[in-house]
Each structure stands twice: as C-alpha cells, then as structure tokens.
T-cell receptor, first 112, second 113 residues
Framework: NAGVTQTPKFQVLKTGQSMTLQCAQD?????MSWYRQDPGMGLRLIHY???????DQGEVPNGYNVSRSTTEDFPLRLLSAAPSQTSVYFC???????????FGQGTRLTVV | KQEVTQIPAALSVPEGENLVLNCSFTDSAIYNLQWFRQDPGKGLTSLLL?????REQTSGRLNASLDKSSGRSTLYIAASQPGDSATYLC????????????FGKGTKLSVKP
C-alpha cells in the first residue's frame, strides 16, 4: 500500500516556466487537496477536490490550476512560475471530511 | 476566518519527561481535529484524530484532548524519548465535511538524551 505518492521530490524552475506536480493515492479516497508550506507559516490550502470532476479553491489558489479526472490522481499545475511560489508542496487525501488525512512526502520547489 | 495558535513554538526537554503541547483555535465550528508529526524534510504523519463529539483520543504514549467550546486541544506525551523529537502540528477540520484542515505553525520539540 503506497498511500499518497508525490513526484517529483525536488524541482528547480526558471521564472515563467510551467510544470505539473503529480499526486496519486491508492486508498480510493474521495477527498484530495494541495497545501504549501513556507518557513514561519502554517500549511496553507491551495486547491481541493471532493471527488472526480469536482474541484474548488482554497486559501491561496492564484497561479495554480487543478483538475481531477480520476479518483486516484490530483495534479497541481503551475501556469507561469514566480519566485513567490518557491515552497514545499504537500498533497493530502482522506476517505471523507470526517476521516483521517494522509499526506505525501512533499515536493520541494525552487523558482529562480 | 479560523486561526490556529500553538504554544510553545519550541520546547526542549530531557528524556523521560511528560509534556503538554497546546493548540487553540478561534472558530469552534469544527468537524474534527488532527495532530500530526513532521520530521525535518519529511511529510506529515497523522498521530491522532478527534471527532468534534469526542473529548479525547489515546494512542500509546500520546493522549489528545479536545474542548471544542473553548477552542482548545492539548497533546500529552508521556515519558518522552529522543525519537519524539519533531515538529508537532495541530489542524482543526473545517465544518461542511470538505475535509480541509487549517494548520497552526507547530511546536518544535527536542528531547535530549
């Protein structure tokens, strides 16, 4: 049971480049979400999904896109990377809003 | 807007001590509350989940309590060990069953041998 898998683990981008952070879970969880973690701040919600085909914005959605075509996958797209998007990104999933959340190991992104 | 505060921000204790980590939140309309552990450069590991209808949960040397009406939760760690050194995060779950968590900044715990 792999749980929540994020790829890549590390990435360096140049300003203006685009990329997709991958997140996959094998627990048949309906709920998936993306958070970013910055020094001195708590984790902040970027986007979330309550099921395939359904997504919504969190606290800090600007500059990011998501889609949920399958239950298993929830990719996060950076449209035009900016230095302010340098952060550690975490994907999470849970069976429902009332159940335990499981997190991936994170993607450390640096935008230069 | 839900705000979560964790006190203390950092804590250093000798091995064997019992300790309490505190978490307070401003909006009591929560579905549940989770405590996580984060090791340096790693992801979050769920320690305990307390539903809004519960008062406490226990797992091994860990006990978490929840006082929803006063907006407080505590994580009690008994007989601390060096392997407990990590950052501990508190995260109330928002109402509406969306499953979204609001995180505090964490308490960085160091247990000295």
């Amino acid at each position: 049971n792999a749980g929540v898998t994020q790829t890549p683990k590390f990435q360096v981008l140049k300003t203006g480049q685009s990329m997709t952070l991958q997140c996959a879970q094998d627990m048949n969880h309906e709920y998936m979400s993306w958070y970013r973690q910055d020094p001195g701040m708590g984790l902040r919600l970027i986007h979330y999904s309550v099921g395939a085909g359904i997504t919504d914005q969190g606290e800090v959605p600007n500059g990011y896109n998501v889609s949920r075509s399958t239950t298993e996958d929830f990719p996060l797209r950076l449209l035009s990377a900016a230095p302010s998007q340098t952060s550690v990104y975490f994907c999470a999933s849970s069976y429902s809003g009332q159940r335990e959340a499981f997190f991936g190991q994170g993607t450390r992104l640096t935008v230069v | 807007k839900q705000e979560v505060t964790q006190i203390p921000a950092a804590l250093s204790v000798p091995e064997g001590e019992n300790l309490v980590l505190n978490c307070s939140f401003t909006d009591s309309a929560i579905y549940n509350l989770q405590w996580f552990r984060q090791d340096p450069g790693k992801g979050l590991t769920s320690l305990l989940l307390i539903q809004s209808s519960q008062r406490e949960q226990t797992s091994g040397r860990l006990n978490a309590s929840l006082d929803k009406s006063s907006g407080r939760s505590t994580l009690y760690i008994a007989a601390s060990q060096p392997g407990d050194s990590a950052t501990y995060l508190c995260a109330p779950g928002l109402g509406g069953s969306q499953g979204n968590l609001i995180f505090g900044k964490g308490t960085k715990l160091s247990v000295k041998p």
